[in-house]
């Protein structure tokens, strides 16, 4: 509901009625944007799902006065090169002195792109153009403990059989809640440290609608 006015109490506990003018006495006017693709079904999700991110993270411009000089820079990227286009990275963040946490989302569903619904991977030790990745290690996608230390819970009914819907609407509900808040705690475990020893292989692979986390011990180029 984007407003509601009445001019006379509704007795739900307000005390008064809830009469909202606004500035201009026409009442709180919200106004969206619908944008609509024209797309035949095959390559629709070719169009709506870049878009969608387009519309949700639209860059964020910061200007400031100053001269340029000669030999300045004036493009930078973090990124070597492009990822993928069904590739998405979610989170990059500080996690330690050495370490970053590092989040990768396939955007794309099984079967809805015949281009891009199909495993994409990533070489992690080519990612970044300012830091080197000297081991890799992943995670659950909370951040909180190692993926190889995770256990999962198979929830049975009286006959026997597996219930997963339950464990379905939990995990949905976990990478969307981190999907828009990015990188909040969802439990009260503190953060691991980086760990020593054999970090596991720098090329990743994401399945369709798969989200992957890593905490990356790496150094400045």
């Given at each position: 509901?984007?407003?509601?006015?009445?001019?006379?109490?509704?007795?739900?506990?307000?005390?008064?009625?809830?009469?909202?003018?606004?500035?201009?006495?026409?009442?709180?006017?919200?106004?969206g944007?619908?944008?609509?693709?024209?797309?035949?079904?095959?390559?629709?999700?070719?169009?709506?799902?870049?878009?969608?991110?387009?519309?949700?993270?639209p860059?964020?411009?910061?200007?400031?006065?100053?001269?340029?000089?000669?030999?300045?820079r004036?493009?930078?990227?973090?990124?070597?090169?492009?990822?993928?286009p069904?590739?998405?990275?979610?989170?990059?963040?500080?996690?330690?002195?050495?370490?970053?946490?590092?989040?990768?989302?396939?955007?794309?569903?099984?079967?809805?792109?015949?281009?891009?619904?199909?495993?994409?991977?990533?070489?992690?030790?080519?990612?970044f153009?300012?830091?080197e990745?000297?081991?890799?290690?992943?995670m659950?996608?909370?951040?909180?403990?190692?993926?190889?230390?995770?256990?999962?819970?198979?929830?049975?009914?009286?006959?026997?059989?597996?219930?997963?819907?339950?464990?379905?609407?939990?995990r949905?509900?976990?990478?969307?809640?981190?999907?828009?808040?990015?990188?909040?705690?969802?439990?009260?475990?503190?953060?691991?440290?980086?760990?020593?020893?054999?970090?596991s292989?720098?090329?990743?692979?994401?399945?369709?609608?798969?989200?992957?986390?890593?905490?990356?011990?790496?150094?400045?180029?």
């Open positions: 509901m984007l407003h509601r006015r009445l001019l006379q109490d509704d007795f739900r506990g307000v005390g008064e009625a809830l009469s909202e003018p606004g500035d201009y006495y026409d009442g709180l006017v919200v106004r944007k619908l944008l609509v693709s024209l797309s035949p079904p095959a390559l629709a999700a070719d169009t709506h799902r870049p878009e969608a991110h387009r519309q949700a993270l860059p964020l411009l910061s200007l400031q006065p100053g001269k340029t000089v000669a030999g300045q004036l493009e930078f990227s973090g990124l070597q090169a492009e990822l993928p069904a590739v998405q990275l979610l989170t990059l963040s500080q996690w330690d002195s050495e370490s970053v946490l590092l989040r990768l989302e396939h955007r794309y569903q099984r079967g809805e792109s015949v281009a891009h619904s199909h495993p994409v991977t990533v070489n992690l030790q080519k990612l153009s300012t830091l990745v000297e081991g890799v290690s992943e659950s996608l909370a951040a909180n403990q190692w993926k190889e230390e995770m256990t999962r819970l198979d929830w049975r009914g009286e006959t026997g059989a597996v219930q997963y819907s339950t464990v379905s609407i939990i949905w509900s976990t990478v969307h809640f981190l999907t828009l808040c990015d990188w909040l705690a969802v439990s009260d475990a503190k953060p691991l440290h980086s760990r020593e020893g054999s970090p292989g720098s090329e990743v692979t994401l399945q369709p609608m798969e989200i992957r986390t890593f905490l990356l011990r790496v150094r400045r180029r």
